[in-house]
């Protein structure tokens, strides 16, 4: 039986499946931009996944793939953090639950549209 996955995995799963008794694993090493992309694709895997779950397991996998990313990206940790801090100050945190629900306004704002129109927002009204 053949199982079909086409995607990105941890650095010891090839090794860990063919070190099983009947089981033979095929992979190939990606080029950058391959990576980048499956790298995006993972994230939502995991997000997902963390969704599904909450658990302290899944949200390490979230971060694993975030870290990935930052390494690729050559992003510090240290930016991360200071990119928080200046979006905190800005214009919060999420410490207060606060749902918005609509604005109206008398005019469309090209920026909100754009926004609106992103694929993986959801609009459940």
């Not at 690729?72 to 800005?90: F, Q, S, V």
């Amino acid at each position: 039986m053949k199982y079909i996955y086409n995607k990105l995995v941890r650095d010891k799963i090839p090794e860990n499946i063919n070190s099983i008794e009947g089981r033979k694993c095929n992979f190939k090493i990606l080029n950058n931009d391959e990576y980048l992309k499956e790298l995006d694709k993972k994230l939502f895997e995991e997000a997902h996944e963390f969704i599904e779950d909450h658990s302290i397991e899944e949200l390490a996998d979230l971060m694993e793939v975030i870290f990935a990313i930052m390494k690729y990206k050559n992003i510090l940790i240290e930016d991360i953090e200071n990119a928080r801090k200046i979006k905190n100050n800005k214009n919060g945190s999420f410490n207060d639950k606060i749902f918005l629900i609509d604005v109206e306004q008398e005019e469309i704002d090209k920026r909100e549209e754009k926004k609106m129109k992103k694929e993986w927002r959801k609009n459940d009204t």
